[in-house]
């Protein structure tokens, strides 16, 4: 028996998974996130051991038997938040978290001291990364500053509840800009330009290796035979890239959920930071991942539903099982700015091209085609690093929109994979990372991907017209820009 804990933003999720690979039992925990001010993300480290306890304890209630022969754990989490500790291992101040953007000053005081940043990091400095946040600490709470010794990613100060160890894996690791990504090693360059040395950091295994044991006095609350091993896990894309299979070079997935991922697996690192892809270590030995991330995906849609006071689905049903060509408006989905490849936090949402006679089905398209022209931007960056991208496996709640695949599978003009039902995302992921570390198995053999269950091919007769349209839909980004692009961002 295997157990994959998952930190997420708004709940912590543990799943229960047999030698077979069947989920036995789930159970989850809601998170609350803190605002003081506007663009700040804040939460409480110790909400997430509570939560964790509280999932273990009802995993065990209801699967005593099955919970007592647990041989692995494996932990996936949100990543980039600083969860700063002192000399005792307790929190300073709440953890601020991957989508707080008060450090974007920040970003270009690291990337002056760090000529080199780019290079050995293979990202943009952004705000959601961990390095600007500490910057931010030194100016604006140095006394927080200097009681700080170590800092943790939100899973690994989980980890830190569960087996006393200070320890985090590479693919978290490479998100936080103190790693040196194609060594997979902490840089001892990037950590002095944040005042930190090697001290603060904590030791890296790769996601697949253990990490250390749960606690005896643990392992008895939760009934388990013997302390089980607990695996280095992975953030939270590349732990569910184990889980959906995405582990083989070229193997790739799309997320469509309310953010939005593009996430392929490599060879090798392969930095591309003038279109803001992120480059980042693999959950598994000898791999490395890249994505373009879009910040306003299914969100797109939610916003569009709340603001009509529709339902999504009925929105969507009005188009039909079929559309006959692009729609004549432009959506813009830059509702709260854009990563990949824009870099660009004040971008901001539009549609264009509205004319008398338009209805609210030609706007639901638009909408839909703007979150897929999105997401052809990212495709078009991984290709200028290299990458090439044949099909993709589709994950997240918009997917479960036939149209919106149809649709994104023309506009890719790239085959996606649906797979029969299940939870194959970060918990299910770290499950598996977890019976690595316990077994040894070779991680290949055992991260590959779940049965498909239908493969939504591009419209032949679409193909063609999405690329024309995408093409204008490009050059439209001026218009959702309120100012110049941030420093060292590109134009797309």
Avoid at 224 to 245: L, T
Avoid at 275 to 288: N, Q, S
Avoid at 355 to 371: D, F, I, P, S
Wanted: charge should be negative.
């Amino acid at each position: 028996m295997y157990l994959g804990i998952d930190v997420g933003t708004s709940s912590v999720k543990a799943v229960l998974v047999d030698g077979n690979e069947r989920i036995l039992g789930s159970a989850s925990e809601a998170l609350d996130v803190t605002r003081p001010h506007p663009g700040w993300s804040e939460q409480e480290p110790e909400a997430w051991v509570r939560a964790c306890e509280r999932t273990l304890d009802a995993l065990t209630a209801a699967h005593r038997t099955e919970m007592a022969a647990v041989e692995g754990i494996g932990l996936s989490g949100q990543m980039h938040g600083a969860t700063l500790l002192d000399g005792q291992d307790r929190p300073l101040r709440p953890a601020i978290l991957w989508n707080d953007g008060r450090s974007e000053a920040e970003c270009h005081i690291l990337e002056e001291r760090c000529p080199r940043l780019r290079d050995i990091a293979g990202n943009i400095a952004m705000p959601g990364f961990t390095a600007p946040k500490l910057l931010w600490l030194a100016k604006h709470e140095p006394d927080t500053f200097a009681k700080v010794r170590k800092v943790l990613l939100p899973k690994d100060y989980l980890r830190l509840f569960l087996t006393g160890e200070h320890v985090s894996d590479m693919s978290d690791a490479a998100g936080t800009l103190w790693l040196d990504v194609a060594k997979r090693a902490w840089s001892d360059e990037l950590l002095a330009a944040t005042g930190l040395t090697r001290e603060h950091m904590p030791r890296l295994v790769e996601g697949s290796q253990a990490s250390g044991r749960l606690r005896p006095e643990l392992a008895r609350r939760w009934g388990m035979a013997r302390p089980p091993v607990v695996a280095g896990g992975g953030g939270d894309n590349a732990a569910s890239a184990v889980g959906i299979g995405a582990v083989r070079p070229g193997s790739a997935f799309v997320s469509l959920g309310t953010s939005g991922v593009l996430f392929v697996s490599n060879a090798r690192f392969s930095p591309n930071t003038a279109g803001a892809v992120h480059a980042f270590c693999h959950a598994v030995p000898g791999l490395w991942h890249q994505m373009g991330v879009i910040l306003s995906a299914a969100a797109s849609m939610e916003w569009f539903s709340a603001l009509l006071g529709i339902p999504a689905p009925e929105l969507t049903a009005e188009l039909g099982a079929r559309v006959s060509g692009p729609s004549p408006v432009k959506f813009l989905p830059y509702l709260s700015g854009e990563r990949t490849p824009h870099n660009d936090a004040s971008a901001r949402g539009a549609f264009v091209g509205l004319a008398h006679g338009q209805g609210r089905a030609a706007l639901t398209q638009a909408v839909m085609e703007g979150v897929a022209f999105a997401f052809a931007d990212c495709l078009r960056v991984l290709s200028e690093a290299g990458t090439e991208v044949a099909r993709a496996s589709a994950v997240g709640g918009g997917s479960r929109s036939q149209l919106w695949l149809k649709i994104l599978a023309s506009v890719l003009n790239r085959p996606l994979d649906l797979h029969a039902e299940g939870d194959f995302g970060g918990a299910f992921g770290a499950a598996r990372l977890g019976r690595l570390a316990a077994t040894g198995e070779d991680p290949l053999a055992l991260a590959v991907p779940p049965p498909v269950a239908q493969v939504v091919e591009p419209d032949a007769a679409l193909v063609p017209q999405y690329a024309q349209a995408y093409e204008r839909w490009r050059e439209l980004y001026g218009l959702a820009s309120l100012h110049s692009a941030a420093p060292g961002a590109t134009r797309g």
